[in-house]
């Protein structure tokens, strides 16, 4: 629903409901069966339209189906790249903790992959126009590492009010020369949104974005996941994957 109640406030928004299924399902006995790819392709195209009459309830924009077969993840690079999608909207489930380092989820995958902006849906989330946005930013090498393009085109869509966090537990006299220059660069990159900056000297980034988004009463935080070998991704819990679990707000992810 949350979603749908979005779209409405996006001029010229369209809604595609999408479902990638398996051929092979796994038995009460634990033996893996092949299945008849039509007839689970109508269960999941019936399930979609179920939905889809529920969306046309909260929504004006116009609503699409798509079932087919295959893996999720390639299935979704194929159809970003053929729809010219701008943004895909996912859930994300209370997992354990030790599926959340293991295993992650669907849509941790799908962020890993870089296929698209993705804006992650909390599971008690209430829809609420976008009007206070923030953008976590660790101010290194902002010019290479912020994808300003998408992230001009994103913010354009809300024209919120903007805000910069850093969270940083090493300077807590003044602000350094380095992150001054950072701060000029961001300006200059987000010339017309006028963002407001706060640097935050805390130990825990999630509990530090947490209370600030809190405290302004924000709508959405922005983070741009960070690339990690695959033996630190291993062992490493990134920013983006802790909020994702423990945040209360929806966050987009936006690639480098």
Not at 5 to 19: E, T
Not at 61 to 85: F, R, T, W
Not at 134 to 139: L, Q
């Amino acid at each position: 629903m949350f979603a749908a109640k979005m779209a409405n406030d996006i001029y010229g928004c369209s809604i595609l409901l999408y479902n990638a299924f398996d051929s092979i399902f796994t038995s009460q006995e634990g033996t893996s069966v092949f299945s008849d790819v039509d007839s689970r392709k109508r269960i999941a195209e019936s399930a979609l339209l179920n939905l889809k009459f529920d969306l046309s309830m909260v929504t004006s924009a116009p609503v699409a189906i798509l079932a087919e077969e295959g893996h999720l993840i390639s299935n979704m690079e194929k159809l970003c790249q053929l729809q010219n999608m701008d943004l895909i909207i996912m859930g994300i489930t209370g997992a354990t903790r030790l599926d959340q380092i293991l295993m992650g989820s669907n849509t941790l995958h799908v962020i890993q992959q870089e296929i698209c902006p993705v804006m992650i849906i909390p599971p008690d989330a209430q829809y609420r126009k976008i009007n206070t946005v923030i953008f976590a930013s660790d101010f290194k090498d902002v010019e290479a590492t912020t994808p300003i393009k998408t992230l001009r085109k994103l913010l354009d869509i809300f024209k919120p009010v903007l805000h910069i966090v850093n969270v940083d537990t090493e300077h807590f006299v003044e602000l350094t020369a380095e992150y001054k220059a950072e701060r000029a660069k961001l300006d200059k990159m987000l010339l017309g949104f006028n963002p407001e900056y706060s640097f935050i000297r805390m130990y825990d980034f999630v509990d530090s974005i947490n209370l600030f988004a809190k405290d302004r009463n924000a709508d959405l935080i922005i983070t741009v996941p960070k690339k990690h070998s695959f033996l630190s991704g291993l062992f490493k819990t990134s920013h983006t994957r802790k909020l994702a679990y423990h945040s209360h707000i929806p966050i987009l992810t936006v690639q480098e």
